[in-house]
């Protein structure tokens, strides 16, 4: 199939494959050979076996970006598609946009870092920019899937917003959809029934706090009522405990 320095669209060096994604699915960090910049290419196969709404995500995905204009979330530069005959016998899809330098919230946690309050707050701020941007845009544009991992601690400092293959623009929502997106622990129930609206994205904001200041992931935590329940877990201000208890 796809292997490090394959050349693709004549343009797109594959470097190193990245992630634990999906079958038929593929990220990579590729070279822009006419900018020699590093980009990040997602790829989708088309294959007999995929939903015809994961290619719809995708391409949605692909339609956001591009439509997006945010310096904490990457930035889109191409969307194209590849001939069976180059992708084992399937048409294969590609998305490409800016590379951010950096680490994960989630490798960082896995690595066994403990966030204090002071960086949970000042995450907590460069996400709800993020989300201040997208819910403003006419008609809204919600993540639907915010969560460590997909949270990029750059090398600048600041977070960035990445992922937006589960992104949904509020005015294409028609009464219920069936399609199942979001992460168990991270999303709100109203999100798994199809009925996403710009709260659910401060509910998985909330969420991911919860796993950084506890250091355990949502799914993990007691449960009553549909809520997390981790106030004894941590000693963190009122202001902050507070707050993301009444979000989430």
Do not use: C
């Amino acid at each position: 199939m796809f292997k490090a320095k394959d050349i693709l669209q004549q343009n797109y060096q594959l470097q190193e494959q990245l992630g634990r994604t999906a079958v038929g699915h593929q990220t990579w960090l590729a070279i822009d050979l006419k900018s020699n910049e590093q980009v990040i290419l997602k790829l989708l196969a088309f294959s007999p076996q995929m939903q015809w709404e994961e290619l719809k995500l995708f391409e949605r995905e692909a339609q956001v970006l591009e439509s997006l204009n945010h310096p904490r979330i990457p930035r889109y530069r191409d969307y194209f598609d590849l001939d069976k005959n180059l992708g084992g016998g399937v048409p294969w899809f590609a998305l490409v946009q800016d590379y951010i330098p950096g680490s994960s919230v989630q490798e960082l946690l896995e690595k066994g870092k403990r966030f204090t309050e002071k960086e949970v707050r000042f995450i907590a701020k460069e996400i709800l920019e993020i989300l201040i941007y997208l819910h403003q845009l006419n008609p809204p544009v919600l993540h639907r899937d915010i969560k460590p991992s997909n949270l990029i601690l750059g090398e600048d400092d600041r977070i960035y917003l990445v992922d937006f293959g589960a992104v949904q623009a509020q005015a294409a929502v028609t009464g219920v959809t069936f399609t199942i997106v979001g992460t168990s622990g991270y999303a709100p129930l109203e999100q798994f029934w199809g009925r996403a609206v710009p709260a659910s994205d401060l509910y998985a904001l909330g969420a991911t706090l919860i796993h950084l200041l506890t250091g355990i992931a949502p799914a993990d935590l007691p449960q009553k009522d549909y809520r997390i329940h981790f106030s004894d877990k941590v000693s963190i201000k009122a202001d902050l405990l507070n707050w993301i208890e009444k979000n989430y």
